[in-house]
């Protein structure tokens, strides 16, 4: 068993409310790793990985983030602003990048690094887990890992 393996079992077995855990290379729309509690098509799993390379790097990201940034849209496309870049926290290290989809019974939890900015980490989580600290435990394992 490898180590990144190894380190993603370990995460999933401490994420309680988490169903599945995968972990996706959104340029090849491919998943790596999975694990999950009863059944879980691959089928979905490859959407979510869709989905992660949409709202990351397709053109979701390149509206949205000049939004979330503050800067109007008219002004990030006459400038040619790298939308799909994290932004810098407090102390200048750029943070990791979430996307949280709810449903009505889960919610799927996304989450890429700057490191490795491919490689998205795939959660699907009962609706009333603690998202933010499930992301939080989520990107400490994927930053160990790059």
């Not at 370990?10 to 340029?27: G, H, M, N, Q």
């Not at 098509?41 to 983030?65: I, S, W």
């Not at 994290?86 to 890429?112: I, K, M, N, Y």
């Not at 499930?134 to 990107?139: D, F, G, N």
């Amino acid at each position: 068993m490898s180590i990144i393996t190894e380190r993603l079992e370990t995460l999933f077995r401490e994420l309680d409310d988490c169903r599945a855990l995968a972990l996706a290379d959104i340029s090849t729309r491919t998943v790596l790793w999975k694990s999950a509690r009863g059944r879980q098509p691959q089928e979905r799993l490859d959407a979510l990985c869709r989905a992660a390379q949409e709202l990351f790097c397709g053109r979701t990201a390149r509206v949205a983030a000049p939004v979330l940034a503050g800067t109007p849209p008219e002004d990030a496309q006459r400038t040619g602003d790298a939308s799909h870049q994290a932004a810098p926290s407090p102390a200048g290290h750029p943070q990791p990048q979430r996307a949280v989809l709810t449903g009505t019974s889960e919610q799927c939890l996304l989450l890429r690094t700057p490191d490795t900015p491919q490689e998205v980490l795939i959660a699907i989580c009962d609706i009333a887990a603690d998202s933010e600290q499930l992301l939080a435990r989520m990107a400490r394992t994927l930053e160990a890992l790059s």
